[in-house]
């Protein structure tokens, strides 16, 4: 969900409050600039939709909380005041992940940057949503458009005989899509009822997701 993070940012510190924000799926898929948020911290993802490897994020930290701010882990750089060399520089840390940031913004940028990658991305998430909504008779999660994540909605399954609106049940249907079906969703309890959660990136089609509907209607007939 889309959050009023500049407003709540300005309510908290009003108040005395340090601002932490987890944008763990912002980075590539909002057009993001931390600075113009007003808050003290920011991590998120690069590899979720900025096409980096695996394990790597990003951390902004309000310039005026540099000399504070430490690693948990202390090593050679350690109380230098510049958390960008004692975040990165920390003993035996593998940070080959970070190697790939650099090829991974080009790569963003040579096949049409956020603008291009956002229109096709909402066009084919619209798509998916209106098929398999059809298909399975059911709607995505009632909340304000404005508060849509751009590349993510919920649709709710329909019922599945042998799985309830559980954690544990929700966790047994997404192996068994993996196990039988190849393929890979998360799956949440909502409010009682179970929903899947769509993403879409460039490398998607409406074929994925026709394979998806096919594969849940499949599951919700047998008895």
Known sequence: ????????A????DRGVLVVVDGAHCPGQLDLNIERLGVDFYTGNLHKWGFSARGCAVLWIDPKFHNV?????TSHHWNTGKPMIEFTTQGTNNYSSYQSVPQAIK????IGGHEAI???NRSLLAKAVDYLTEKWGTCKLDIPASMEAP??????????AGFSASTDDSGRLRLKL????KLIQYIFPVQGELFIRLSCQVYNEIS???SLGDAIQELSKRT
């Open 1 to 8: 969900m889309l959050m009023p993070v500049s407003r709540i």
């Open 10 to 13: 300005s309510v908290c510190h």
């Open 69 to 73: 701010i430490r690693p948990l882990i």
């Open 107 to 110: 790569f963003y940028k040579d």
């Open 118 to 120: 956002d229109k096709y």
């Open 151 to 160: 590349f993510l909605r919920l649709v709710k399954l329909p019922p599945i």
């Open 178 to 181: 993996l196990e039988e079906y």
């Open 208 to 210: 994925d997701y026709e």
